[in-house]
């Protein structure tokens, strides 16, 4: 498995702002991915985070609104742009090693958007 | 495409109770099958997984079969515990390493 944190763990911001969530992992990983969980429902995949490249996201999600960024093996950052009460989720990252199809998720963070 | 479609919840039991929740999919090739756990204001916790047709995985008294035949990979217990409510999530492996989910069971275990 992997350690992994996530910072902040939860947040209540004001609509029109932004928030970068940090996911920090114990060791190397080959892949990253960043989670929406809306209250209630099941996980949405955002999007993959590369190392050394731009993020892949999926259909309906946009560079603009959540740039990603992962600097090296070990981090990546997520950051929801002009937020909206509708952005109120938790946001998880999660991770798998050596190309295995397992994943093992953060903690994850609980955003409020008033 | 790929899809897994799981039991509406909320279940209900009361402690000691046998539990199943079902899981059935969609897919093609062979995927691996995952049981993933979310306890309230938690991340989501591997529970277990299998890889191949007729592997059981089994983890903390839970257990579910990988079953080709009828696509399914029920999640069963003998005997709940309160401190196992939680939200129960069933999933494939797809492509590119990406996770396909059900929706999530809600179970609630009374005293």
């Known amino acids: 498995s992997a350690v992994i944190s996530q910072k902040p763990s939860r947040d209540i911001c004001q609509r029109g702002t932004s928030l970068t969530i940090q996911c920090q992992v114990d060791?190397?990983?080959?892949?990253m991915f960043w989670y929406r969980q809306q209250p209630g429902q099941s996980l949405t995949l955002i999007a993959t985070?590369?190392?050394?490249?731009?993020?892949?996201?999926e259909s309906g999600f946009v560079i603009d609104k959540f740039p990603i960024s992962r600097p090296n093996l070990t981090f990546s950052t997520l950051t929801v742009s002009n937020m909206s009460p509708e952005d109120s989720s938790i946001y998880l990252c999660?991770?798998?090693?050596?190309?295995?199809?397992?994943?093992?998720f953060g903690p994850g963070t609980r955003l409020t958007v008033l | 495409g790929d899809s897994v479609t799981q039991m509406e919840g909320p279940v209900t039991l009361s402690e000691e109770a046998f539990l199943t929740i079902n899981c059935t999919y969609t897919?093609?090739?062979?995927?691996?099958l995952f049981w993933y756990v979310q306890y309230p204001g938690e991340g989501l916790q591997l529970l277990l997984k299998?890889?191949?047709a007729d592997d059981k995985g089994s983890n903390k008294g839970f257990e579910a079969t990988y079953r080709k035949e009828t696509t399914s990979f029920h999640l069963e217990k003998g005997s709940v515990q309160v401190s196992d409510s939680a939200v129960y999530f069933c999933?494939?492996?797809?492509?590119?390493?990406?996770?396909?989910w059900g929706a999530g069971t809600k179970l609630i275990i009374k005293p």
């Open positions: 299998a890889t191949k």
């Open positions: 060791s190397q990983v080959t892949m």
């Open positions: 999933a494939l492996s797809g492509s590119n390493y990406q996770l396909i």
């Open positions: 985070a590369n190392q050394g490249s731009e993020a892949t996201y």
């Open positions: 999660s991770v798998n090693r050596d190309t295995t199809d397992t994943q093992y």
């Open positions: 897919a093609t090739g062979y995927p691996s």
